[in-house]
């Protein structure tokens, strides 16, 4: 098994460059940044009265995180699709969001002809393929970037770009207030925690090598709540992809009104899951109560859990932390559990099954 205190052995074993894609986070976010300095929208698309974001797995991300962000907030309400049709009610005063890394997702590229035929407004973010070619042939707005600050090419480790550019679109639709200021502090963010998080700094130093090491040969069972529930679903996706792990996430306050009555078989789950909790001081104060409660109950049911509690102060800096966090400790797993981070092989045999 790999120590995880040699960085050298570290790097070595990072033939898939996942770590490289992981300190280029910050890198994403100023790119996009740098690329929509001069970057508008229709005016039409200025009168929608809600989004649609679609996307598969790691493309979706960006969407999810960022609906759980702005839900209190925004002045419209944002919904992920994830399949091959639109809701009923997607219409004229929709926007549309379709997001393929590859621009190949067949899922998405369904929702296009269906975005079109409903009279949605529509906005594409790719790096090209299929739904590149569409896009220009229409002659739609998008994002169409070169993922040149994701090394390792997989989409799961290009949530730099996918947040910050619907963030940047709900920006300047006006439905979401979040500055050019508001993503630079989320660049400083995320380099402090690659800084604290990086390979080259030691296991008793470092939280998510600390992480890695209790997940180790065990099912992650994730809880957050209210803003968190988004990135904490991109950690649990990491954790799934790179480190070939099972794990899943509950939502606190709605977990406690069914989970706490679950906890008692089967008997072998108590060697297998492990509970980590995203505690937040922005979480509301009905929804903090509930951490230690619960907590208890897992502890006196005989299970292993732990903590962690977010550093940074505002929301949008705990997304990048917690993004920051996942990305490490998935990678450090991975070597852990003596596996390519980068592979996906299972994803990759059910599409070549499903394309015969």
Known sequence: MINLNLSEEIETADKGKILESIRSLDGQISQVLEETKAFYLPDS??????????????????????????????????????????????GEKTLVILSSYSGNT?????????????????????????????LIEAKLPAYLFNPKNNPSGQPRMALGYSIAINLVVLAKLGAFNVSENDLKKAVKTSSKFIKLFDSTVTENENIAKKLAQKLYLKAPILFASGHLLGIAHAFKNQVNENSKTFSTLFDLPEANHH??????????????????????????LNAQKRYPITEDVVKKEGYEFSVYKTLSKEKLEEIFEILVLGSYLSFYLALLNEIDPSQIPWVDYFKKELAK
């Open 45 to 90: 698309y200025k009168d929608i009265l809600n989004v649609v974001v679609c996307g598969m797995g790691g493309s979706a991300l960006g969407g999810r995180i960022v609906k759980a962000l702005t839900t209190p907030a925004s002045r419209i309400p944002i919904e992920i699709i994830t399949d091959y049709t639109l809701p009923y009610y997607v």
């Open 106 to 134: 067949e899922e998405t590229i369904s929702t296009l002809s269906n975005a079109q035929n409903k009279g949605a407004k529509i906005f594409g973010v790719t790096t090209g393929g299929k739904l590149k070619d569409l």
């Open 259 to 284: 989970l706490l009555e679950g906890f008692g078989f089967p008997k072998s789950s108590k060697h297998v899951f492990h509970f980590l909790f995203f505690e937040s001081k922005n979480y509301t």
